[in-house]
């Protein structure tokens, strides 16, 4: 990495700049996109400390503002005391200075603030800042073609406060060039130049679809078919998936429409798919003004974590980041054919920050369901991290409650593939078997129609494994291997499918004692969705299975915390149940496997856990009437069974467990 600073410590107001703050003699070019160069006069300059160059990265993207010397011996040494970490700084600079090669500052101290002295300095992040304005497809063509990569990509840790400054300003590059890059394909679009348009973005699909359509109105329905080709390959080799239903469509219809007569069908938002959604940017409300980046960040947050659902369609952030003025609500829907919207008010005021979230359902313009949150305005990102997570797990269940409304009373043979398998996941939460057995028809209709579908396979091996987990197996052996092989399936075509993650990670652990092996299955649904519920409900059982209690109670206290309102909020207090139970709290473990029957009575799993609990808290009494509804259910299991088959990978903790169950009335 290059750059080249000066410490003017004495004699900074001796005159010797040849300009107002420093030489102008040479340009400076300076690229922070992607990495780190500098030139001064076509000259590299290179050699610089790390701390340098996060120095002069943070004082060009500044604002021209100058920083106090104690604001960046802050930034950067936050770890050392006020005099150690300015000591450091003025090494720092004193350093830098010998590199010079003719003594020109780049950094200059005028009454203790630096600032860039080095004028003219042309920085590759600070032009790309100021390419709101520009509409001409050269000039967008230009500007998005200038990002190379993140804010100082490769640059290793500097201090939490400088990391979180750096986080937050790539953000903020990197929407700006997403929001450039949307502006040019449309740009483009309008122009008549669709191959640009579909190069400036190749895994867009709309604008395969757009170009497959001007290829058709053009009579060219060979070429149509070459892009069909085209961007099916690059879906699956880049992202792993197939093309939309909408193209599927499309490319249906140029199949069977007439060679002389090519019509001009347009993109269709099929209402058999998964509901799409878009999150529209936020409105600002109040006397203080919140910084539009770290809004941006939020709403790009919120996308992201929609995304990582399968049951819903989400809308890119570049296709709705300028959605904003006047623009009424019919006219976006149109625009995005869209079934739901998030929209978001910003109020900053004292020392609070509040987010307001509504769900709007686009066919009536009413709110379906809303979220408040606040936050302290000077949060963290794990803050922020939580208060998004907090809204996407209030407003996305919303969205499946109206979806099953929505389908409820239709015929199962008129029903999707999306439809069926939403409705399956309902009648597996049930407790009555016959919608139990209504569930796995669904499903294997949605395979036998769909046999690549990944959510079908995943809910399939659920299907199985809840089966064997509550003692209705008829062949336990036979059914487990059913589950092993259906997850397999899953993950072959869609390997970073949350819930096949999810599922597969618990079977390994509640079915093989397979804990590695688990862990990495629910790490890699983290990856793929950091706040996934599930993940860290059902990771907090296997925490429990070996014994590390507080890691359990913490991963499931968050996903209560994240999803207080979830659907299936029975499994968050299972999880609390077996994690205060692994750490010798009795007493809590028992509340919560108490309230955990409360939310979905007579499921067996649930009533051993909350009776051994009692029995091991002493309150014999609530754990015999737990044991008899739970016996109830399932009269013949035995607890020497259970004992056999118990995921503790500890067997002391097994056979203690069992002495649990008998003292609660459980027979042997």
């Given at each position: ?7 003017h ?87 830098l ?5 003719d ?54 840790p500097?201090?939490q406060?400088?990391?979180d400054?750096?986080?937050?300003t ?16 449309e740009?483009?679009m ?7 348009a ?13 170009l497959?359509s001007?290829y ?52 269709i ?20 003004h ?69 769900l ?8 379906v369901?809303?979220n ?60 009555d078997r ?42 336990r ?99 609390l ?51 008899r ?13 259970i004992?056999?088959?118990?995921p ?21």
């Amino acid at each position: 990495m290059d750059g080249i600073v000066e410490d003017h410590v004495d004699d900074m107001n001796d005159g010797s700049n040849n300009g107002a703050d420093g030489n102008t003699s040479a340009v400076a070019c300076l690229s922070l996109l992607g990495g780190f160069t500098l030139e001064i006069g076509s000259e590299p300059v290179v050699g610089l400390p790390v701390r340098a160059c996060a120095l002069i990265a943070y004082l060009a993207l500044n604002q021209g503002r100058p920083a106090t010397r104690e604001r960046i011996a802050e930034l950067i040494w936050p770890d050392r005391a006020g005099e150690q970490s300015r000591s450091s700084l003025r090494q720092l600079l004193h350093g830098l200075n010998r590199k010079l090669a003719d003594g020109s500052p780049l950094v200059v101290d005028r009454d203790g603030s630096l600032s860039i002295g080095f004028s003219p300095l042309s920085c590759d992040a600070v032009q790309l800042r100021q390419c709101n304005g520009i509409s001409a497809v050269e000039a967008l063509l230009s500007a998005y073609e200038s990002y190379k990569g993140p804010l100082l990509e490769g640059l290793p840790p500097i201090s939490q406060a400088f990391d979180d400054w750096l986080i937050a300003t790539r953000t903020e590059l990197e929407d700006q060039a997403l929001a450039i890059g949307a502006r040019l394909v449309e740009a483009s679009m309008t122009a008549g130049d669709q191959d640009t348009a579909v190069a400036i973005d190749p895994l867009r699909e709309d604008n395969h679809r757009r170009l497959m359509s001007a290829y058709v109105a053009a009579g060219r329905r060979s070429d149509a078919l070459r892009q069909y080709m085209h961007v099916s390959e690059l879906l699956r080799r880049e992202l792993g998936v197939g093309p939309a239903p909408e193209t599927e469509e499309l490319v249906s219809r140029l199949r069977n429409s007439s060679k002389d007569a090519p019509t001009q069908p347009d993109p269709i938002v099929s209402r058999e798919d998964p509901p799409r959604i878009a999150v529209l940017p936020f409105d600002q409300f109040g006397d203080e003004h919140f910084p539009s980046h770290l809004a941006g960040g939020m709403v790009a947050d919120i996308i992201a974590q929609l995304s990582g659902l399968r049951e819903l369609s989400v809308i890119s952030h570049g296709s709705t980041m300028d959605l904003h003025g006047p623009e009424g609500l019919a006219s976006v829907v149109e625009k995005l054919g869209v079934r739901y919207l998030v929209r978001g008010a910003i109020r900053q005021a004292q020392d609070d920050v509040r987010l307001t979230t509504e769900l709007v359902a686009a066919d009536t313009g009413s709110v379906v369901g809303t979220n408040i949150s606040t936050l302290s305005k000077s949060f963290s990102f794990a803050d922020q991290d939580r208060v998004v997570a907090h809204t996407v797990n209030s407003l996305a269940p919303r969205v499946q409650d109206l979806e099953l409304i929505r389908i409820r009373g239709k015929r199962p043979t008129s029903m999707s593939s999306y439809e069926k398998i939403l409705l399956a996941r309902e009648y597996m939460t049930s407790v009555d078997r016959s919608n139990f057995e209504k569930a796995k028809l669904l499903i294997d209709d949605v395979i036998a129609e769909e046999p690549t579908y990944a959510e079908a396979y995943a809910l399939a091996a659920d299907w199985y494994g809840l089966l064997v987990a509550e003692g209705h197996a008829t062949d336990r052996t036979s059914d487990i291997e059913t589950v092993e092989k259906l997850a397999k399936t899953a993950l072959q075509y869609d390997s970073m499918n949350v819930r096949a993650l999810v599922f597969y990670g618990h079977r390994r652990s509640l079915f093989h004692r397979d804990y590695t092996m688990a862990k990495s299955l629910f790490q890699r649904a983290l990856d793929a969705s950091p706040n996934s519920t599930e993940a860290l409900r059902w990771s907090s059982m296997t925490y429990s299975f070996v014994g590390e209690a507080e890691e359990a109670i913490g991963r499931a206290e968050l996903a209560l915390e994240l999803s207080p309102r979830d659907r299936d909020a029975h499994s968050f207090y299972l999880a609390l149940c077996a994690a205060y139970y692994t750490a010798g709290d009795y007493d809590t473990a028992a509340g919560h496997g108490l309230r955990a029957m409360a939310t979905v009575p007579n499921l067996p799993s649930t009533g051993g856990w909350a009776a051994a609990s009692l029995a091991a808290a002493g309150r014999l009494k609530e754990a015999e009437e737990v044991a008899r509804e739970t016996m109830a259910a399932l009269p013949h299991r035995r607890v020497r069974n259970i004992v056999e088959w118990h995921p503790f990978a500890d067997e002391a903790r097994r056979r203690t467990y069992g002495e649990h169950l008998l003292a609660a009335g459980f027979p042997e």
